[in-house]
Each structure stands twice: as C-alpha cells, then as structure tokens.
C-alpha cells in the first residue's frame, strides 16, 4: 500500500486506482506512476478480496468443493464448475452419459455469452457509453431467467455434479433457448451500429494497448486476449473436452492485438457460441443425466489436471490426491490473474485515459485473479 | 497436437466509409438508436411494485417441512450438515417423549435447528441430502436485517405454517393466496 498520493524522487506522481474504483469493475488496486498523464508503471497488488478457495478446497469433499469454484469466477460459474467436475471425473474414469455432455455444453457457451455480453457493456461504460450498458443487460437476462429455470440460481449455477448435471432439463428448456438465439440474432446488429461502427470508440482503441504475438505467450495470456495476438490457443480446439471434437465451429484470431482487435475478437466468439447451441440444441440426447456414482467420492492416488476454455481464457485445475475423500493440494490455473500481467506491458507510455480503455478489453473479473 | 490450424477465422477489418468517419452522424445514429427503443417494449419490470415469478428449481431461503398432519418430518439424522460446504448448519437432536407423536414425525427430532443465512452459499446440496424431504430451498429470497444475529435463521423462522392449525398462513407461505 502506498501514501493516497505522493511523488517519487524524479517529480513523478504516484497514485492509487482502487480497491474501490469504478473503472476497475471490482476491487483491483492498481498502484500507477505518472509523469504529466502518460503512464511510466503500473503496479497490481493482489489480495484485497484474497479468500484462499484453494485451502478451503482442501477441506472440502469432492463433491462440495465444485460449489466454492463458482466464487471465482464469477460470470462464467458454470464453466469453473465443468472444469472441477471433469477433472474428478478424469481422475475416476467416470463416463458421463450423452446428454449430461449435451446439456453441459449449452450451458457453457450460454454462460460464455451471458459473460461476454456483461463484458461488452461494462466495457462501452469504461468508455462514458452508458447506455450499451442497458442493451446488453436486456440479452445477458434472457440468459439468466433461463439458468434460474433450469439449474435454480441466476449467477452461481451449481448445476455440474461428478457425472452429470444435478436436476434434468425443464420441458421449456428448448423453446426457450431457441427464443433467445432468435432474439439476440435480431438485436446484435443494434450491438455493432451502437458502438463498434462508432468513429469515436475505434479512434480511441485501434492501435491502442498493442500486445504483439511474442509477449501474449510469454505473458502466458489466453483466451480472447491472445487470440487478438494471433495465438492459437482455444483449448476447445486444441484439447478438445466433452463433445466439443463433434462441432462445427472457428476459433478467431486476429493479428493485430490492440485493444480494438480483442473487442472483435469477442463479439465475433458470441456469434460463434450460439453457433454452437443452435447445432446442439435440436438432438440432444434421450436418456440418464447422471451417471450412478457413489455418495462419498474417493480419488485414487496420483496428480490429475483438466483444463478448459472459460469466457476469459485458459482454466487449469489441479489436483494431487492422498487416495482420500478430500484434495490434498488443489490449484487453479486462473485466466485472468495472466492476463493481467501483461497490463503494464500494454499501457506503458499511454495516456491514463487509455489504461481503463485497455483494461476494459482484458475482461478482468478480480475474484478469479484472486481467488 | 493436431488441431492447430483448424478453422480458425481472421477478423475483418474493412476500413471506415466517409459517412461512417463524421462524427456528428455517429453521435445522431446512437441517439436515434437509443431514442428508437422509447416506442418498444420495455423489458424493465419495477421491482419491488412489481414481481416476476421464480421457476419452481429457485434455490432461495430453507424452509423446513411438515408432513400433512402437520408433524415435522426432520429426524436430525445430520446429513444435511455433513452435505453442507460452508458448514451453516447445526443442530441438537432429542429424543421424542410419549404424547408427542402429533409434534414430530419420527423418534428423534432436532430440538435447536439453525441455518446461518450469511454462511449459506445457497448450493442446494442439504435439499440433496435430506432422506426425509424435511429441508427444501423455497422461491423467498433477498432477506433484510439491521443485525448479523438475525440472519441466524432457527426453528421458528424455518418451519413451514402448520396446515392444520394455521392454513391461511400456509398457502401465503406457498405464495398461493
Ligand atoms: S444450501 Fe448449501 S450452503 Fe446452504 S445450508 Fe444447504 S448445504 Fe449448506
Ligand atoms: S433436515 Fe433432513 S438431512 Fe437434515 S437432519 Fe433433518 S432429516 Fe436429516
């Protein structure tokens, strides 16, 4: 922590953005030098809403521990959840049935919509759009009513058991999904008239926050952001898990890694998620939703990893295992927490405007960076 | 490490038409966008005047369940305590005395039956859990207190209307009057 405001030897001026900041869309505290407006460094600090999920998974059994990932992330809770359950799955050979995978991969690209959607309106607000903000609420709560229907809550699904899904699909399910696509289809060109055929909003982020091919990987950035520096790096594709190895869809990549290239990169992954639910969304699969485990789960012996792609990039979960019923040692391998460390690198020389336009892009979510 | 190359999609980047580089038709057309959506349908419900029903799955406040007679179903055997990740509930069982079969449903009973709502992640899994069907997770939500004590949620707050003594109360509970 540093003084409210000071100077350092060379007359630069040294301030804090946060915990509590608007631009920061949650608690990161970013510890910034300036000289004039242009920015010289730009220091994260880490911990302020540290909950230690890691130790607390140690103590929980592997059934329980699914439900605290949801806290990471928070907006793509589902997928934290698919990561844990298929990581225990893994571990004991579990085979999940066809239409658990099914449903579990509509609901990822639901929830990877439902994130990006939050991301894009909270992003034109970083910019002084306020009303986006709004459009893009009215879609993202679609999606919400129709996770509230099925899985019973809004943001912190729950819905991933080791083997399946908890509850099975409701009879509106399919009609309602198919109500959605129809809306969103309608309302995304609003989406690119409202802000990205803007001359204001490409002035202000092409050629903005560079993060050129090389620094992306050895930043270990992923997702959306390295793929905006022409990383191929959509585990989807590389490391395919569930059924994703049987769908038709295009990983983006764009070459140009500023901030205006992230945005496209995003907003064109949405379209590319709802390909991938309308592709689903008409055979899903008769039959079990779960497959018969035991009430008390016990994983052998060993080290097991899974990673998979959430709205944000790379998730890895790790898990070292005693052969008994709770984790010794759990790590997460979390998107975000890469993804920033690689700010600095992006901003460095800008104006401080251009930092929350920057940073905006990253799609931060600070409980994932720090979990 | 087949598929690196697979149908990956570039991103199209067409340089701006004149019209689309003035800015003062930009700051028109996100106006009448904008403006356009005061003739539609307003998506907006106004909460707290007006309410959308939750789906039947709503994972909101516990309610703890009585059988038709009227008895509490809930036998304290514990598991919904074991279940429970963030360790929110706790409980004391006792033993059922002669003369109070029209209480409780079976021989044990919980005598101190706490939920404590700000612990509560709202999971679901002691729903999962209960082998009597004594705990479920009702449509109530968003409870507001001035004190952290009260959100210690004991037998009186989390058992439903007796349907025998108190049936008004019961279908308000329900959400059916
Ligand atoms: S809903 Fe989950 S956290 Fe809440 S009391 Fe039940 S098991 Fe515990
Ligand atoms: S609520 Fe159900 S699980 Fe919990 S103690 Fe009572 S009977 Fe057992």
Redesign the interface.
Known sequence: MVEEIGTNTEGDLIINVGPQHPATHGVLHLVLTLSGETIKKVEPHLGYIHRSIEKMCES?SY???I??T??MDYLSSHINNHACALTVEKAMQIEVPQRAQYIRVIMDELTRIASHELWWGAMAMDLGAF?PFFHAF?ER?TITDIM??????RL?M?YMVPGGV??DL?PDFQKDVKSFIQLYKSKFE?YN??VT????F?NRMKGIGILSKEDAISYGCSGPVARASGV?CDIR??Y?YEIYSQLE????????GDSF?RY??RL?EMQQSIRIVEQLIDNIPEGEFQAKTKAVLKLPKGEFYQRVETARGELGVYIVSEGGTTPYRIKFRSPGFSNLSALEHMVKGLKIGDLVAAMGTLDLVIPDIDR | MQALTTRAKAVDRRPMTFLERLYLWNILKGMLITFSHIFKKQPTIQYPEQKRPFSPVFRGLHVLNRDEEGRERCTACGLCAVACPAEAITMEAAERLPGEENLYREEKYAARYEINMLRCIFCGLCEEACPKDAIYLSETFAPASFTRQSFIYGKPDLLIPDPKTQPAELAAAKGLS
């Not at chain 1, 055929?197 to 204001?200: E, H, L, P, T, Y």
């Open positions: 929980l059934r329980q521990f439900y605290v949801s806290r009303t009215r709560e509230e229907k099925t899985c019973g809550a912190t729950n908890m509850v409701h609003e008239e409202l055929g803007n001359i204001i490409q191929h594709k590389l395919p869809f295009d990983e983006i990549l764009d070459t140009a290239a496209m990169v064109k």
